[in-house]
Structures are given as C-alpha cells and as structure tokens.
C-alpha cells in the first residue's frame, strides 16, 4: 500500500548479458515495469504460465499491452480505497513514536528504553520514494539492517529489499520493519480494510500474508545471518468502523512454504526464453506524442506465440486474463479447475460431450477410459432425469 | 460441483446458453419480495453511499448520501432505509398475534443481487443495531431496529433452508450452470445474459458486455472505480465546499448550491442502479416461473416461524444481537446448520430427480428394478406377528449400504426399509430390503403399499428427518477449554466507547487529504 511501493525497474543484477538483452528487446524501448510484492505473489499463483513469466521477466506493461492488443484488464483502484489506504497510512507514520509503537510495543513485546525510528529514506530524498537511484537506496537499506544491534533503531520506514524471481531481482518496499533487540527481525504490513470484531475480509488477509512472506525472503536474504527474520509478520489495520489501528500477528510459515515451492518450480527464464520464437517482441513502439504504431493484431500474434496457462483465477490477478480466457474458450478449463477435473482432465468442450454421449467414431483411449466411463453415466442420468421432466 | 453440474457447464459452453441443473426451484420466492441494491463507498468497511429499495418494480425508492464520509449524513440514510425496511417489515406482522407455536401467515423477503450485498448488510446492521437512542450521539430508535433486523436476516441468509434472504446471483446459480466459471457467475449481468440474453445478443456477447463497467454497472456493492474517479469525486468535492460556504447569505446560497448538487449525485446513482433494479426483478421473474418443489412450503413455514419468533422477541424488549457468539452458541449453531443442510440435501433429492442423479453418481442413492417381492410376508419373531414383506432390486448402480441400512424412496417417503442383504454378479448388484412400515395397519398390506415385480424404484440413505443437534452443556457450563462461562451479556456495554465512525471522521481531517487528493490523483497504479 506504501505509495511508492513498485519503483524501479525490473532490471537487475541478475541474469547474463544474453538474456538481458533478449529480454529488453522482447520489451522493445517500453518503460521497465517493476515487480512488486503483489505481483511476486500473483506470479506465484500461476507458476505454469509461461506467458506470465516471459512478459513480467521482460518487466513489460502488461496492462498496456492487453489493452492495446483489444483485452483491457478489468482492474481499477478506486481513488476512494487509495485515499483511504494512504490516510491511514500516514495517521500512523506521521507520529510514529505514538500509536505505531505503542502498538508495535504490545505486539512485538520491543523494547521501550530503545525505541526508535528511523526513515531509510536518506537525507535529501523525498518520503515518496523521489530517489531514482535504487541501488543506492538498497545499500542504505543494507547497511542500517545489518549495522551492530546497539546502533540499530526499532523501525525502519521505507526499506528497499531486493528479491530474485525467475533469475533476476526485483526491488521491493514493505510498510516498514521491526527489529526486537532479541535479534528478530518482523515485517509490518499496513492495511486500511476494517478489522471488525476481530475479522477481517478473509481473502484480503490471505492477500496480505503472502506478500508479507515474500518480505519475508527478501529481508533474509538481506540480513544473511546476521539476524533472524521472524515468520510471524505483524498487520495493522483500522478497527471496526473507525481509524483507530488495532494489530494482528499472521504466521506466514505456509505461506513462505507455498512461495519457496512455486518459485523454485518456475522455470528459470533462460530456459523458458529458449522456447519463444526469436525475433518476436511485445513493443507497442510508440511514436514522440506516445501513440502506439504497433497494429494491434500484430501484437497479438507475437503474444500468443507464448504459451499461457489460463485459469478462471487469473481474473483476480493477471491483466492478461482477459486475452488467455478468450483464447481458452472452448476449454474445460476455462469454466473451472474442478470442471476439468470431473471431466476426467479431457481439455476440449466438444470432445467431453463426444465421449460423454458416445458420438465419438474413435474407440476410448486407456488413459480416459475411467474418466469416459463416469462422464457417459453422469449424462445418462442427466438425460434421464431432464427426460422425466417433458 | 459434482460431476452433473461440471458436466452441464460444459453443456451449457458447447450450446451457449445456460443449462439448468434443478428439475424444480427449491426456494421460496413471495408475492412481494423487498429488493434491495446497496452501493457503499469504495474502500471503507460500511459507508453506504446509495440504495435503490422497493416491494414494488415500477416505483423504486433511491436514498441518497450526499456525504459518505459524514456521520450525520450516514445516520440519516440509516433512519431512511429504516423506513422502508421496517415499514415493510411491519406489514408482516401487522396482524392478530400468532399463538406461541404459530407464525404470522405470510414473511418478509429481501432480494438482494449477490452476496457482497449480504455482507454489506451484515455491517450495515452491525454498525446500527447498538447505537444509543438517547444521550450524545443519539439516533432515532429506528436506527437500532434497523440493525438488529439487518443483522437478522444477514444471520438467516447463513442458513441453507431459509429463503428470508435471498441473492439473485446464488438463487440463479443453484438452478443453472452457465457456460463460464463460477468466479463469473457472481456477476449478476453476466450470469443473467446467459440464462437469459437481451434480444439480439448471443449469451457470451451478453455475458462480454456485462463485464464493461461502463456499459454495464457492477451490481454492486462497490461501485465502478473509473465511476468514482471520474463522477463521485467531483460531486462530493462539490458538496463538501458548499457545506462550509460559511455564514449568512453565503450559508443561505451554499445550501442552494448543494440542493442542486444532489439533484445530479442523484441522477447519476440512478443511472448506475437501475440496469441492477431490473435485473434482480428479472431474475425473480425467471425463479418464480420454475415449478416449486415439494418441500419448498414446508421450508417456508420454518422461516415464518422465524421471523414470528423474532419479531415477538424484539416486541418485548429483546436485546441486539451480541457482537460474536459465546462458545456454546456458536457450536450450537454450527450443529444446527450442519443439521439443516443434510436435511436440505435429502428434501432436494426427493423433490427433483437432478438432484437425486448427484446422489445416483456417488452412490448414496441406487435404482433398480423390483425382481422378486413377499408382500405378505409376516416376522413371528415377537410376541406378536408384524407385516414385514421382502423385495428384492436388482440394479447396475454401485450400491453402498450396508445390510441394516435404512432406506427411502422418493416415490415412498413414508415408508421405511432395511437392507437385508446386498450381493453383486457381474456388475449387477442384487439388494434385499425389508419394508417396515407404510402398509396400512392390518396384516395384509394395503392395495399399491408394497412395490410389485418389474416396478422401478430408487432407494437411497439419505433421510428426511431432522437430526436433531447433539446437547451442549449450558452456558454456566461451558468447559475451561472454550473459555469458561461467558459473562452475562449487556449490550449496552458493546456499544461503549465505540464511535460509528472515528475520530479520523470527527475531525475531518482526512476527510479534507482525501477528496483533494482524490481530484489530483491520476490513474491508479
């Protein structure tokens, strides 16, 4: 929610010559897009999207592009929810040796005699994170992080963490961090969505816990061992139908689990760059007045010669989605994981209803004679059942 | 979703049109549903901006808050919508009072578009149901009635059987599969359009338009963020400056400038609900034209008794609802609903032959064919004789119960049998079952009473009888490992030091931050 949250550009030290400039032609003179936590955790809830990978690895805009290949993302913040996250926000960092620490105090158990804040934002650079020299930010961060425990604050406001996905880094900035001087580190994540008595809107928890985890790997691989990264992360968040902030912990353990798995199971981007026909690109190749010269159907070839893994889920979280469903219609899978499953993992619409009302001239093959087996007795009770009715 | 039901999405996909997947509509729809559309400001845990209300399609009432983030603003919506809802309410239980065991003949029924409404609701009555009718801060008594029946009927709309509540989204998507996902069926519009696309649209054509915000407002009860940006902001910025014009004739001239503020808010919230007022009367126009099932009724007169009970217990002073349950309700209620929802299952299942299909698949249910029957066969085993003939049903289903069993037939659901003995040969399985009563009182079975060769019949474990919940200690009784007995609950104690909206709103000061910055602030990012 930090405003700022998702400077920067998506190059890093990762990766070899090679795929750097592989990767800055697939994105063809665009603005890098940075990833930040929520798109980490997006990334990690479709690991098998090779379009996905190849578009956010080439740090494209992916909203630009689907939106200019005739699939605009569905997604809009209201200025009302951004108001609100910032106001909130900023009631506690604006005085934050009040309620923040009273609060962190009670939670985290800190010490008292040496409270502290401090703005990792060094002198000079703007609280909105006006600095473009990330790296150098990132260095500040890792000096303040790792200094000896006796120099070290109790709250670090606008770090900068590095995080490496698909062979490269990302820059990342969480709400703030915690240090307890029994040598743990504890992310914080502010939120602005009520906590009304004592629950919250589970889905915007669970959104809140994973990027909270990917904090979590990020700042361990900061702080190296030096200092230990606590798995439980702390969430602040306004009280029932007031301002007031109340705080929670959340045990990310499975969630740090759910990442690690997934991250390590994408595949790396060489891997997945030797797969895409050279010469594509996804650049909208605009003109000085930014008007893209690019014909949208072009674009569209190009990005279709990555392979995406389209699931209803994406529509909560990817800006392609809606270019991969329209690609996916006519597919199992596009009405639901759980209908493919019933459907005996068959991907094609029409082949299901072949089989399932034994119009297909092909005899079963093994590997779904189970699947065809249930799928022809559910649309026999199905045609029996409507049969009854008329 | 069970193998049908995938299997009639993919139907629905292939034919492009929705398919339905219940024989017969299993909730009750009245004469004379209450709709209502909620829209609440984006962000914020209950700010209700606008609702479209009525009992009547052709003459909908739109309330209206000119300043969502204003806590006089919100409680005059609140006593509003009170109003209406209690009104309507009321002319429920306008009546002579119901004997102790009765219910008022007929019951409330709100219809709301999708469940965000339903959680809307729940916070709306959470956020009124304990404010103060006297002392600072004091609304009018409506408000809190207000909020203890909203929270009622949130707490019904949880109960599988009831109908007290109903969205249009899930009343819809538990009698047709669409030809898209579940995720997408929460859009009213898009589910609409393939149930049930405007003339000249194909059902993706419709179920494509429904997602353009622009085109198509969301039903709520967030409203378009483009909407907010591009329409709110400046209105309420509006608003907010003719209110603090100042004194004397600039007072005088800001309150006229709002008059006419508000005359645009409201034709613009009316623009944005009223494509949703039509689609949720359509979407009771489509359930009340499905044929009712069997228990349906039945169903209905547990929700009047409901409603009775609570309207008599609110009449006599009762107290609201408390914040959460104490641990002993709370698993009570659980039970309850457990309960509730196996009963639900088993009164689908003998009202639609769909439903009962679900049940053939997994093997709770069989159908077989009557291959031998002893109607008159006697058990001398007691002291007395006892009509207890045999059938035997031969079926290729895969049949799970296990001798001793019992079993119904939605064609018999009065008459209880008892597996005897199963035995299976080359996929045919053969199923002796005892029948026990429903024969007539002699001991020779009434004419029809017992199944006769060749007869097809389905047999299944499911049961229409309550369960009734297992016993819960009392509430002095509640063991350490929940918390030990609960204090004894005081509302008035819940509604202390809690302001309905904090002293960030008291004071304004985000308030201010926040529509400039709302007016600056570009494209989110």
Not at chain 1, 288 to 309: I, T
Not at chain 2, 244 to 260: D, I, K, L, Q, S
């Amino acid at each position: 929610m930090t405003a700022g949250s998702g400077t920067g550009g998506g190059a890093g030290q990762g990766g070899t010559a090679a795929t750097e400039r592989r990767l800055a032609m697939l994105r063809g003179g665009q603005l890098p897009q940075a990833h930040n936590a929520r798109t980490i955790a997006a990334l990690a809830s479709n690991p098998g999207c090779a379009r996905r990978a190849v578009l956010d690895a080439a740090a494209t805009r992916k909203h630009e592009l689907a939106a200019h290949a005739g699939f605009p993302s569905p997604f809009g913040e209201s200025p009302f929810t951004r108001n609100r996250d910032v106001a909130f926000e900023r009631s506690l960092k604006d005085e934050p040796d009040k309620e923040l620490l009273t609060l962190l105090r009670e939670t985290l158990d800190l010490d008292i005699a040496e409270a502290g804040y401090t703005d990792l934002n060094a002198p000079g650079w703007n609280a909105a994170g006006a600095s473009r020299d990330l790296a150098a930010r990132h260095v500040h961060t890792r000096q303040q992080l790792t200094a000896p425990a006796r120099q070290r604050g109790t709250m670090f406001d606008h770090p900068l963490l590095t995080f490496r996905v698909g062979g490269r880094h990302a820059y990342l900035e969480p709400d703030l961090i915690a240090f307890r001087h029994d040598g743990t580190f504890h992310v914080v994540e502010i939120k602005s969505f009520a906590v009304v008595d004592g629950q919250a809107d589970g889905a915007k928890v669970g959104a809140a816990a994973i990027q909270s985890a990917v904090y979590v790997l990020a700042l361990r691989d900061l702080v190296g061992d030096q200092a230990t990264v606590a798995h439980e992360t702390v969430l602040i968040a306004p009280r029932d139908f007031s301002f007031t902030p109340a705080a929670a912990t959340i045990d990310v353990r499975k969630q740090i689990g759910a990442l690690q798995r997934q991250l390590s199971r994408m595949d790396s981007i060489d891997r997945l760059l030797a797969q895409v026909p050279e010469g594509i690109s996804f650049s909208l190749d605009r003109d000085e007045r930014g008007v893209s010269r690019r014909h949208p159907d072009d674009l569209l070839r190009d990005l279709r010669l990555v392979e995406a893994n389209y699931a209803p889920e994406c529509l909560a979280t990817c800006e392609m989605c809606y270019l991969c469903r329209d690609e996916a219609s006519g597919t199992t899978g596009a009405l639901g994981r759980s209908v493919r499953e019933e459907a005996g993992g068959i991907e094609s619409v029409a082949r299901v209803l072949r089989v399932a009302y034994e119009k297909d001239p092909l005899p079963v093959p093994d590997d779904i004679a189970e699947a065809a087996a249930i799928l022809r007795r559910a649309a026999a009770l199905r045609r029996a059942a409507l049969g009854g009715l008329g | 979703m069970t193998t049908l039901t995938s299997l009639a999405r993919i139907e629905a996909a292939d034919q492009g049109r929705a398919q339905l997947i219940r024989a017969v509509r299993h909730v009750h729809v009245s004469d004379r549903p209450l709709v209502v559309i909620p829209l609440q400001l984006a962000g914020e845990p209950c700010a209700p901006l606008a609702a479209m209300i009525g009992d009547d399609r052709s003459a909908p009432r739109l309330l209206v808050v000119a300043n969502p983030l204003n806590r006089e603003d919100r409680f005059r919506f609140a006593a509003e919508l009170a109003g209406v809802v209690l009104g309507y309410i009321g002319r429920h239980a306008a009546g002579p009072e119901p004997a102790e065991k009765e219910a008022y003949p007929d019951a409330p029924q709100l219809v709301l578009p999708n469940a965000g409404g339903v959680t809307f609701t729940r916070l709306l009555g959470r956020s009124t149901r304990f404010r103060p009718t006297a002392g600072p801060g004091a609304v009018p008594a409506a408000v809190p009635a207000l909020g203890c029946w909203l929270t009622y009927f949130a707490e019904r709309a949880q109960h599988p059987a009831s109908s007290l509540l109903l969205t249009a989204t899930g009343a819809l998507s538990a009698h047709w599969a669409t030809g898209q996902s579940a995720a997408e069926d929460q859009n009213l519009a898009a589910l609409l359009g393939w149930i049930s696309p405007p003339p000249g649209l194909t059902s993706r054509q419709a179920a494509l338009l429904a997602e353009d915000p622009a085109r198509c407002p969301p039903a709520g009860p967030a409203t378009d963020p483009a909407f907010d940006r591009d329409v709110l902001v400046e209105l309420y910025k509006a608003i907010k400056e003719s209110r603090a014009a100042g004194a004397g004739e600039a007072a005088v001239e800001g309150a006229a400038t709002e008059r006419r503020v508000l005359v645009l808010l409201e034709r613009e919230l009316r623009l944005v609900l009223e494509p949703t007022w039509r689609l949720v009367w359509q979407s009771v126009d489509l359930l009340r034209a499905l044929p009712a099932g069997g228990h349906v009724a039945q169903r209905w007169t547990s929700d009047r008794k409901s409603f009775t009970g609570y309207a008599r217990y609110l009449r006599d002073g009762g107290f609201p609802q408390a914040k959460r349950d104490a641990a002993v309700d709370a698993a009570r209620r659980l039970a309850r609903l457990e309960g509730e929802q196996e009963q639900l299952d088993a009164q689908m299942a003998f009202d639609d032959p769909l439903v009962m299909a679900e049940h053939l698949m997994t093997g709770r249910a069989f159908e077989g064919v009557v291959v031998q029957a002893e109607p008159h066969r006697l058990d001398q085993s007691g002291k007395r004789a006892k009509l207890r003939p045999w059938i035997t049903l031969e079926t290729a289903d895969e049949v799970t119960a296990e001798p001793g069993a019992e079993l119904r037939s939605p064609a018999r659901p009065g008459q209880k049998a008892a597996v005897i003995e199963t035995a299976t040969l080359n996929g045919r399985t053969r199923v002796t079952l005892e029948l026990q009563s429903g024969m007539g009182r002699g001991l020779a079975p009434a004419p029809g009473s017992v199944p006769e060769r060749e007869d097809v019949l389905c047999y299944t474990t499911l049961t229409l009888e309550f369960q009734p919940p297992p016993g819960f200690p009392a509430r002095e009784d509640t063991p350490w490992t929940h918390g030990g007995p609960p204090p004894e609950y005081v509302p008035a104690d819940q509604a202390v030091a809690e302001p309905w909206d904090g002293s960030a709103w008291e004071d304004g000061a985000w308030e201010d931050t926040a529509w400039e910055e709302a007016v600056q602030g570009g494209e989110p990012s």
